[in-house]
């Protein structure tokens, strides 16, 4: 059975999720990480990305499920509702998202994913999956107030869903027209009307939901590496759109957030 009294590691790790959010954005607003459409040589081996979004994504799920049980509060019922949400996002990720990758085949915008940026987002993954999973069942303070903590539940479930709703929405947009094999085109409808990546956008509204519905340092923190990783990758996304369609690329579409960023 695991040592209940990880307070050290658990409060390392916390101040760690912290530290490496700001060094992310600034490194990634200048250079991005080599994948989908700006992929290139020079990073080592690659792997066909349905497997590495799975392999890279699968700490979220099996180190969950592992540590979770393991908490002072694995028995409580509050505590199991928020990590079956954050698992239903992780379901979709590693499970579900690769098997569309999978089954989505296109010759012209295919290209691999460097073995070392997914170990990369594995460690990461086993950081903040170990974060999130002992801050709920074992660290959480906010248990007892039963009538506060299901009204944060339910204004960051709201929150959560609509940002997954988005996620979901665009990534299927996008696999879609992968899937038509005509190459890189200008998206067009719903939110990429207002920014080029609205995939990114609802995944950092379901983590600032989460960050409410835990009310918690590491929730915060998950949300605000979410930005500090995706916020730049989706300006650079935008540049890359200018820059290969020029004038049939929307000038007004920002990044990531409408009208804002």
């Known amino acids: 059975m695991m040592i209940q009294d990880d307070s050290s590691l658990f ?5 760690t999720l912290f530290l490496i959010a700001p060094p992310t954005f600034l490194s990634l607003t200048f250079l991005q990480a080599p994948y989908g459409k700006h992929h290139r040589p020079g990073w080592g081996p690659n792997l066909p990305p349905a497997l590495a979004w799975l392999l890279m994504e699968s700490p979220t799920l099996w180190l969950t499920l592992l540590l979770f049980p393991h908490g002072l509060h694995s028995h409580n019922p509050k505590a199991q509702v928020l990590i079956a949400i954050f698992l239903l996002h992780y379901l979709n990720r590693t499970i579900l998202y690769p098997l569309r990758l999978l089954f989505t ?8 994913f460097p073995l070392s940026v997914a170990l990369m ?4 993954n ?7 999973a ?8 906010h248990y007892t107030s039963s ?6 539940l339910l204004i960051g479930l709201l929150v959560f869903l609509c940002g997954m709703g988005i996620n979901v929405w665009a990534d299927r947009v996008l696999l879609r027209l992968k899937s038509e094999g005509k190459g890189y085109v200008v998206p067009r409808g719903g939110l990429f009307d207002l920014v080029a990546c609205p995939n990114y956008f609802g995944e950092i509204v379901e983590w600032l939901g989460w960050a409410v519905m835990t009310w918690s340092w590491a929730g915060l923190g998950f949300f605000l590496y979410t930005f500090a990783n995706l916020g730049p990758r989706a300006r650079a996304n935008r540049r890359w759109y200018l820059e290969k369609f020029g004038e049939d690329y929307p000038k007004q579409r920002k990044g990531v957030i409408p009208f804002l960023y």
């Not at 409060?11 to 101040?15: F, I, K, R, T, V």
């Not at 987002?121 to 990461?124: E, G, L, Q, R, Y």
């Not at 086993?126 to 999130?132: A, D, E, F, I, P």
């Not at 009538?147 to 944060?152: A, E, K, P, S, T």
């Open 121 to 124: 987002a594995f460690v990461f």
């Open 126 to 132: 086993l950081l903040n999956s170990y974060l999130q």
């Open 134 to 141: 002992r801050s709920i069942s074992h660290y959480h303070t």
């Open 147 to 152: 009538g506060l903590f299901w009204f944060r």
């Open 11 to 15: 409060h390392s790790s916390l101040l």
């Open 105 to 112: 085949p296109s010759k012209k915008t295919a290209s691999g």
